[in-house]
């Protein structure tokens, strides 16, 4: 029987290693995207800690208010940038997700492919084989027919 050898197997391959590239690389994406949101969650810790500074400074301590003011509004600027790195993560990870959906589709095409053209062999070595025996039992057949006359 004859071997069946999927003339695409190397694009198939290489779809394949491409799937695992941007499965590694949405993977350390969507790390950043998680360490991106625990950094603000932490920054509107330290911005509701300075806030509540500036108030009991308001109160009690109203010398120190501008020095307060001045931690408040920087406060708020790095909570400002933490969440636009976020946002631009999120935008990358979307980015990396469409890419994978995409290399994931390139497998499975190939992989159906290759399911599909394993069957077409299959039913043509079977109809070989049957083509043989009838063959076969048709010289046999002959032969039965000759040695009886």
Known sequence: MARFRFRLEASLQIAEQALE??????????????????????????????????????????????????????????LRQCESDRIEQERVVENVRHRLLEAHRQVEKFRRLKEKQVKAFLAAELQKEQKLLDETGQVLHWRQQNKSL
Not at 45 to 60: S, T, W
């Open 21 to 78: 590239m941007t499965q590694r690389e949405y993977a350390q994406v969507v790390q950043r995207l998680e360490l991106c949101v625990q950094a603000c969650r932490i920054q509107q810790a330290r911005f509701n800690e300075a806030e509540e500074g500036q108030r009991d400074a308001g109160r009690h301590r109203p010398e120190d208010l501008g020095m307060w003011q001045i931690f408040v509004l920087e406060q708020k600027r790095r």
